[in-house]
């Protein structure tokens, strides 16, 4: 028998089956109707990379609770060290009082900090918090109030970090007005805008745009508090920013004393096999936002500073939840588990066997315009005409959903691309059974188009 019909996800019922019908009439009734449900995966537990939802149907995850469980879910250290720490102390505040794996944490972040030197860290529940961390201490830091973020990025729905999202209108629709002082500039999406120009001529020309045109026209540059960038653009559609684009703001923010942030909350923490997604490029930030895969599922994030950008005076900034006992002990969990297990060096060749197989689906289908990725950060964008490059979202969802009707959880990303995330822990094996399902998905929304 052949290794994959041995480790396979097993689909049992009609999907949604009886419980699940049941938790989704329950969630229309009374949950929020704000969350952007994909399809009725209703989960019930889950082991490395198999969710098994209230029916007993297994899927692989890959789409690790959006880039979240990095070293699959429920791994067993992971759950020791938050049994323990509960039984030892749930919550103090670190805004108020000291415990001592606060530090150890944040010694731990400083050595794998992208950027040399002391480092000082602010913790925080969740990636938009990591994120307004770093636009308030950008402010208060340089006494300057304006902010370059980019279109397509997505950094989170607090007002803040809101503000510099620019992902899709819904996020923003009737919530205005935002904060002031953003400016949003073109990221350079290669696939879609470099058109006939050379690439990395069109990617230095995003970066320099700010210089070029925003310097020279309505903003001036030393009013400017810092840059927010993505490395790759997550919700955006999993769109790689150029080596020469990043070193490009590198030069711009030093030339004009402006911060460099990096958003990793979605790339950071070794998913794309190195522990941060800024690291494939050699640029160094001034400040690095880090949340989803720190703490393996707990609600922790991490604002990453040079020590002596993280000048703010005593009240300036907390949070009662932020840097939670238990959220911290997930987290040296994570880390000891990464680096054990080896899973940088997983990520980097599970991902490099994944897009050997799937750089060959353009020129293969129809549906499918462009494949990239780095380590287990893989987009693959569905188009409608591969000249056009007009976006198939419906097709899209249609390919995801027939995924999941085959045991395999992706989800979306930007207009129309697939993104593939899956734990860190997987195998090529597993990795072969997701591309077997997903090819198949495309292959049948093929047919039908
Ligand atoms: C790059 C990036 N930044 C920030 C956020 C916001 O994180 P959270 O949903 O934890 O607030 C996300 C979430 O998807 C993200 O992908």
Not at 17 to 36: H, I, W
Not at 67 to 95: F, N, Y
Not at 331 to 348: F, K, P, Q, S, Y
Request: hydrophobic content about 40%; proline content about 6%.
């Amino acid at each position: 028998m052949p290794i994959n019909t041995l480790i396979a996800p097993k689909i049992k019922t009609e999907l949604p089956g009886p419980n699940a019908t049941r938790v989704l009439e329950g969630d229309k009734k009374f949950v929020s109707p704000s969350y952007t449900r994909s399809y009725p995966m209703v989960a019930k537990h889950g082991r490395g990379i198999v969710v098994t939802d209230v029916d007993g149907n297994e899927f692989f995850d890959f789409s690790a609770g959006i880039a979240v469980v990095s070293t699959g879910h429920c791994h067993p250290d992971v759950v020791a060290a938050i049994q323990k720490q509960a039984g030892e102390l749930i919550h103090m505040s670190g805004t108020d009082f000291y415990y001592e794996s606060m530090v150890t944490l944040a010694e731990r972040l400083s050595k794998i900090a992208p950027m040399p030197g002391s480092h000082k860290i602010y913790y925080g529940n969740s990636g938009t918090e990591a994120i307004e961390c770093a636009l308030k201490l950008s402010r208060y830091h340089t006494k300057r109030q304006n902010i370059i973020a980019f279109y397509g990025a997505f950094h989170g729905r607090t007002m803040g970090a809101l503000s510099l999202t620019a992902s899709k209108p819904q996020q923003k629709r009737r919530f205005a007005p935002l904060v002031p002082g953003v400016t949003h500039v073109p990221y350079p999406d290669v696939y879609r805008n470099a058109g006939t120009q050379d690439a990395e001529a069109y990617a230095i020309g995003c970066a320099r745009f700010i210089e070029d045109k925003l310097f020279k026209t309505t903003l001036p540059p030393e009013e400017v508090a810092a840059i927010f960038v993505e490395p790759i653009q997550g919700e955006g559609g999993y769109v790689i920013g150029p080596t020469v684009f990043m070193q490009e703001l590198r030069r711009i923010c030093d030339r004009h004393g402006i911060l460099l942030v990096v958003d990793e909350v979605q790339s950071g923490v070794g998913r794309t096999g190195k522990w941060w997604a800024i690291e494939h490029t050699g640029v160094q930030p001034d400040i690095v936002c880090a949340a989803k895969g720190i703490a393996s599922g707990m609600p922790l994030g991490a604002t990453i500073s040079r020590a002596e950008i993280m000048d703010w005076a005593p009240g300036s900034h907390a949070s009662t939840f932020g840097g939670n006992p238990v959220c911290i002990a997930a987290a040296m969990a994570t880390l000891d588990v990464i680096e054990r297990e080896g899973l940088l060096h997983n990520a980097g060749e599970v991902g490099h066997h994944m897009l050997k197989r799937m750089s060959e689906w353009p020129s293969k289908h129809k549906l499918v315009g462009d494949v990239r990725g780095r380590g287990l950060m893989i987009g693959v964008e569905i188009v409608k005409d591969k000249k056009t490059k007009e976006h198939a979202a419906a097709e899209r969802d249609r390919i995801v959903q027939n995924a999941f009707e085959r045991g395999t959880l992706f989800l979306g990303a930007g207009p129309s691309t697939i993104r593939i995330v899956p734990p860190l822990v997987v195998t090529k094996d597993e990795a072969d059974i997701a591309m077997d399902a997903l090819e198949e998905s495309i292959s049948m929304v093929e047919k039908s188009a």
